[in-house]
């Protein structure tokens, strides 16, 4: 098998140089696998480090395409320009596989305070610190947008605020729901990402506002104050559509039938340029 099936655009480095079968055994079962690859994940790591390739490799990819969202016209001509620089690598079997991706469009959206014309979704604000807080204040959280305070603590733990945050407040009869940005570091960023919604509950709007926003407005609900937002979303998810998985190969010598994958998602949210998340692992992948 030499690819990577996916419901993400991959870029996949498929590695199949050979390893003998001693390599890859354990000495009696002595020696674990990190040390048994230790002198050779070495080299390659001294290699890395020998120069700035990779970095400068990750500078042009994000400067030259920006942010590269699932669907968008910026993914396909990264995708274009990743493919080109494998050949001249001289990687073998160098190709691009189609695969659906999903094409969400953001456009315009806006959190605004009360004076704004009446269009979008107007209600007073409930600001939560839990899942817990919201199903004990559920009677209070009919009707109006909910607002899902919840710390940061880990990205593992917290980002189940962002993905079930919708489901959550639409059971208590919320209109829309807000969540602050999971993130243990803020510079008024709103961070975005994957969000579900369930059968059983109704689809409310869902966004992400910064951490210094949700504080602001936690402290004013402490104060007493009757707090009204408009939300205004023109979010869309249309058809999926044809993208690619990016594939080359360094062929084994020894035993070209087995493979060894390394890769990443070369896509990326639209608040950024994605050089962390995952420009920086695709192109060190490509860069081993």
């Not at 016209?73 to 695969?99: F, H, P, Q, Y």
């Not at 959206?109 to 939560?128: F, K, N, Q």
């Not at 070369?266 to 962390?276: K, L, P």
């Amino acid at each position: 098998m030499r690819f990577l099936p996916t419901a993400l655009v991959t870029l996949c480095l498929v590695a199949t140089a050979g390893l003998s079968s001693a390599a890859l055994a354990q000495s009696d079962g002595a020696e674990s696998i990190a040390d048994s690859y230790r002198e050779v994940a070495q080299r390659l790591i001294d290699a890395a480090l020998a120069d700035s390739a990779a970095y400068e490799r990750l500078t042009e990819l994000t400067d030259r395409f920006g942010h590269r969202f699932s669907g968008s016209e910026n993914l396909e001509r990264a995708l274009d320009w990743i493919l080109k620089g494998m050949e001249e690598d001289g990687l073998e079997n160098v190709r691009g596989e189609s695969v659906p991706v999903p094409h969400w469009v953001r456009g315009a959206e806006s959190l605004e305070s009360v004076g704004t014309p009446v269009v979008g979704i107007r209600a007073e604000l409930l600001v939560v610190g839990s899942f817990d807080e919201l199903e004990a204040r559920s009677d209070e959280a009919r009707g109006k947008i909910v607002l899902l305070n919840a710390p940061f603590v880990s990205y593992g733990k917290t980002v189940t605020y962002r993905v079930h945050g919708a489901i959550a407040a639409a059971r208590a009869g919320a209109v829309a729901s807000l969540i602050r940005s999971v993130t243990p570091f803020s510079m008024r960023t709103p961070h975005t990402g994957q969000m579900l919604y369930d059968p059983s509950a109704s689809q409310i709007p869902h966004a992400a506002i910064t951490v210094e926003d949700a504080d602001m407005l936690q402290r004013m609900q402490r104060r007493g104050e009757r707090i009204e937002v408009l939300l205004k979303m023109e979010a869309q998810t249309l058809p999926e559509v044809l993208s690619r998985n990016v594939i080359a190969e360094i062929v084994g010598w020894e035993h070209p039938e087995q493979v060894v994958v390394m890769g990443g998602h070369i896509d990326s949210w639209d608040v950024g340029t994605g050089a962390m998340d995952d420009g920086g692992g695709s192109v060190a992948a490509w860069e081993a």
